[in-house]
């Protein structure tokens, strides 16, 4: 019976959540405030929609993904209407070397290549290992260098629904970086990796 329980709630929690996204993909197709833009703008990249996602508002920073990972607000958020895989992008735009703290951080920590300290922290070993991004794969979106592996999610998953994180980080030398996530849940594995690939090339820095 508690088990019964459990199971029935998880499903009443799994409808809840996808109706909210429902009602917000219809109200929100893609149209992104001046903010968004203008973080686009600074990175100097282009974003379309790959085919059968929609997009909604970006899940609010409240919903940690592990208390080890400290990730940026995101930008865009899509999902997938037939798996529910849900991609999370955060675009980063480098500062330009103006003024006397600009130019010591750029002096001091290299922005243009991923970062060991931070990588040893938020990478989950279990399921990954450090993977790069072979050179078409970068030249078709105009990218210096890439990197892909599995992030730690905390118990219980990322919005109490996705259990696995893939993230995706790709650099533009001395202009920006874009950090694309793959929310996907158990036994998507392959999958997940299907919709990489599928979708390459949605987001791409300016040539």
Not at 16 to 35: K, R, Y
Not at 145 to 174: E, F, S, T
Not at 187 to 194: E, K, R, S
């Amino acid at each position: 019976m508690k088990i019964n329980l459990i199971r029935n709630e998880r499903k009443w929690k799994l409808l809840l959540v996808s109706i909210f996204f429902i009602t917000i993909s219809v109200q929100s197709q893609c149209v992104f405030d001046m903010d968004v833009k203008s973080q686009l703008a600074k990175t100097k990249l282009l974003f379309s929609k790959p085919d059968n996602y929609f997009c909604i508002n970006p899940p609010s920073s409240y919903f940690s993904i592990h208390h080890d990972v400290q990730q940026s607000m995101f930008d865009i958020a899509i999902i997938n209407n037939d798996n529910e895989v849900m991609i999370c992008i955060t675009t980063i735009a480098y500062p330009k070397p103006i003024g006397k703290i600009n130019k010591f951080l750029i002096a001091t920590v290299d922005l243009n290549h991923i970062s060991k300290k931070g990588l040893a922290i938020e990478m989950d070993t279990r399921l990954s290992q450090l993977r790069f991004v072979k050179t078409d794969y970068l030249k078709k979106i105009n990218a210096d260098r890439g990197y892909v592996y599995n992030l730690k999610v905390r118990k219980g998953g990322y919005l109490g629904i996705y259990p696995r994180c893939k993230k995706v980080i790709v650099y533009k030398d001395n202009v920006g970086r874009a950090e694309i996530l793959f929310f996907y849940k158990y036994g998507q594995d392959n999958l997940v990796n299907q919709e990489i690939e599928k979708t390459w090339g949605s987001l791409k820095f300016k040539s």
